[in-house]
């Protein structure tokens, strides 16, 4: 059993001693520490704060262990905190792996697991409301902050500023490989903290970078890196869009040989590939080529990291999000462009942006050079291609007339990529704000208030006008929490020293875990028990207070407003009109009438849930209401390029509705829809549940780390609370598309089983010639209307099921049958059904 590093902890913890114990082991492990690496050490067992700006790949991380490891000598808690979770995560398993599972915890908002452990690692957000709430008097005597460039980011910055301003007992490691000039937080740490504080840099990389313009159309250069052996090579976009069209039109290029793509296919084995994107990535993988960004499923983009680990993919073609400790190992990063949409306009890149992407080129312990190429914008490669036909004749060279770049597009040439690989990174600039939250949290710390208040407004780091600015806000907010009735100040102060006081409990996690889940809660009790569409509201009450995934609201708007389109040219509206009216159409709202009066009634009481806008929508209820799977919800609205959003977003809504909902009023169908969203979600990708429940649940190391393994989600038919429902929505969507005479997408369905687009349209002819309409209301999917016999006859791992129509009449002698095979339901993860007849009954 290898040793763990909290096992060489000295007695007595002097700093030599910490420091020889800790680079024993870390040369133990292979880990011999750069120079940079052994400065910072010896400044941080000597309890200086250390400011820690060396390239990508220079091993901060170890430094940042070397700082738990001297907490845990000197008996002092250290927190690690980073911008995602997901960073968070990762780090927790590592920690727990080198200290011990017991030593180490993790808080991120959505669950805690041990707390209260020496080592905590945390998003950044919860590490300052932590110092918001508790201040010098928080059991935190170091801090690691990862990343810390996130300083500078508008809508978060101010999560990175906090801990500095409100735990001056603490002891701070900054780390981040473009922070640019320092001098400002150097002696701002010293200032509060009473500690030295050092700055470690280092230009030097461990794996020396090159950088290269390339005046080459892009599939050229890739041909030339590959033929230079400088693969594996990581191409870089800045949409989803171009990365997946970049990586198709490399199909055509010779990547791998086919021994190589054998050694492909075997490392893919048994892996899931679903339709849709899921088809179009095994194809490209299978070729040599893979992508990578947000958008995608999380088990696609670990199997394409681990498939780039092992040498296998050649290249990857994904978006700039590498540059945020994305774990795809490179030799090569290729820039496609210099300019990026930040979300409100295109421009350059910023200094730090381009070294924090190209930084990613050049693996320790697998390369000796990283490279950065940088491609020339398509008309100046056009340029150069023209310049070159024209050889050396001064008359050919005079005459070749130079392409313009198009207009109203940014673009850049070699001068621009001169000045962004000579530029310092640009210096960080304070965000600082404050909210309702903020507040709160500094009120509900022992003390008094208004001193804690004034200190973090005066003493932050912006400047004066600008701190002006944030005291009037402060006091508006404070009035408004008094009018509220959420605040109350006292005559006389408590027994903490608080001269005001919180009037509301507020939640451990407050404002950080979906901050309207009070308000949820409480506007539950609103919806009638007893209606037929209670449960689907309950979800329409979750929906509101979760984050928007805008590509789903656009794609669900666009089927809106094109289905109201047809509606009206069916009934002869002009196209003025037309046009006006579609201005009103948005994405599904349900409940949005109630929702708002709620809203403004709770805010009455409640003033800081304005800065968490309510929005209403229906993701999850879509997907009920048209008993859709994972894979038809994301072709419908073709969402193929978005499934990962969708999948997070369900994950959110799966996540609210377990921790929201009251178990006393979750009915029979709520729970069912409960359980058939997580096994949706688990048989999609189990990697997006596993760890969040045995995290929310508090199990042990050996099922956490289980949860962290990538692997195959068990068969869908275990859950059998949560696969019948899967098999109501599967005959239920026969309803549907029968209801809507959508022939052809029954046969798609159901043609393998000989029921094609034209037999099902015969068959229902009776039906419609007798009855008309199908029903697809609420009765309609009731259970009455659906009979399953589970096994009938000693008939093994089978179902038959019989599906009732809901006619005008009430008769219910009309639908069809068919069987459920679980077999081949598990091995698909979904119900798979074969139909047997159609017809009366």
Known sequence: MTRLLADLLPAPPDPDAIFDAF???ATGTGLEPYPAQTEALIELVSGSNVILTTPTGSGKSLVATGMHFAGLAQGRRTFYSAPIKALVSEKFFALCDIFGAERVGMLTGDAAVNPTAPIVCCTAEVLANIALREGAAADIGGVVMDEFHFYAEPDRGWAWQVPLLELPQAQFLLMSA???DVTRFQEDLTARTGRATAVVTSATRPIPLLYSWALTPVHETIEDLLMARQAPIYVVHFTQKEALERAQSLLSVTLCTREQKDEIAAAIGDFRFARGFGATLSKLVRHGVGVHHAGMLPKYRRLVEQLTQAGLLKVVCGTDTLGVGINVPIRTVLLTGLAKYDGHRTRILKAREFHQIAGRAGRAGFDTTGYCVVQAPEHLVENARRVAKAGDDPVKLKRVQKVKPPDGQVSWNEDTYNRLVNAEPEPLVSRMRVTHSMLLNVIARPGDGFEHMRHLLRENHEDRTRQNKLIRRAIRIY?????????????????????????????????????????????????????????LDVVSVLEATLEDPRPVLMAQQYAAKGEAVNAMKAEGIEYDERMELLEDITWPKPLEELLEAAYETYRGGHPWIAEFPLSPKAVVRDMVERAMTFGEFVSHYGLARSEGIVLRYLGDAYKALRQTVPDEIKTSELTDLIEWLGELIRQTDSSLLDEWEALAEGVDRATLAAAAEPREPKGVTANTRAFTVLVRNAFFRRVLLAARHRWAELGQLDGESGWAAADWASAMQPYFAEYGPISTGPDARGPHLLVVEKEPEGRKRIWTVRQIFDDPNGDHDWGFSGEVDLDASDELGAAVVRITSVGPH
Request: proline share 8%; charged share 20%.
């Open 23 to 25: 680079t024993e082991w």
């Open 178 to 180: 473009t922070l640019g």
């Open 479 to 535: 009035r408004e929490l008094v009018a509220g009735g959420v605040v109350a100040k006292l005559a006389q102060p408590d027994e903490t020293g608080r001269w005001v006081v919180p009037r509301v409990e507020l939640q451990t996690n407050f404002a950080l875990n979906q901050p309207l889940s009070p308000f949820a809660l409480a506007t539950l009790e609103l919806l009638d028990p007893e209606s037929e569409t209670f449960a």
